[in-house]
Nanobody, 123 residues
Framework: QVRLVESGGGVVQAGASLRLSCAASGRSFSSHTAAWFRQAPGKEREFVAGINWTGTKTSDSVKGRFTIFRDYVKNTVNLEMNSLKPEDTAAYYC??????????????????WGQGTQVTVSS
C-alpha cells in the first residue's frame, strides 16, 4: 500500500513561490496517476494539477503559475507554485490512483490521499 505524505506548505506573501512535495512510502508510485487538490475553508476540494505517463494537466486557475513534476529518484510528485495569490490560500492535498488513460480531475477518481499541507498567502 502506498502512503502519501505532503510537505512544503507555509505562510508567504503574495507574489512569492513555494514548492510542495508529496513523498510516497511503501512502494514506488511512478506508474500511478498523481494529483494535487486544494480546499479552502467553506469550499469544495478542487483539482489543481495532475501527472501521469500521458503528461500533465493543470487547472485554469493556476495555469502558467503552477507546475507539477515527478522526481523519480526521490519517488516524489512536486508542485512548484509561483506568483502566489491570496486566493491560493488552502490546504493542499496529494492524491494518487492506479495508472489511467488521461488525468481525471474528480475527487472520487483518487483512492490514495495524503494528510494535507497548509498554504497561506497574505496580501
Amino acid at each position: 500500500q502506498v502512503r502519501l505524505v505532503e510537505s512544503g506548505g507555509g505562510v508567504v506573501q503574495a507574489g512569492a513561490s513555494l514548492r510542495l512535495s508529496c513523498a510516497a512510502s511503501g512502494r514506488s508510485f511512478s506508474s500511478h496517476t498523481a494529483a494535487w487538490f486544494r480546499q479552502a475553508p467553506g469550499k469544495e476540494r478542487e483539482f489543481v494539477a495532475g501527472i501521469n505517463w500521458t503528461g500533465t494537466k493543470t487547472s485554469d486557475s493556476v495555469k502558467g503559475r503552477f507546475t507539477i513534476f515527478r522526481d523519480y529518484v526521490k519517488n516524489t510528485v512536486n508542485l512548484e507554485m509561483n506568483s502566489l495569490k491570496p486566493e491560493d490560500t488552502a490546504a493542499y492535498y496529494c492524491a494518487a490512483r492506479g495508472g489511467s488513460i488521461g488525468i481525471p480531475d474528480g475527487r472520487s477518481d483518487y483512492n490514495l490521499w495524503g494528510q494535507g499541507t497548509q498554504v497561506t498567502v497574505s496580501s
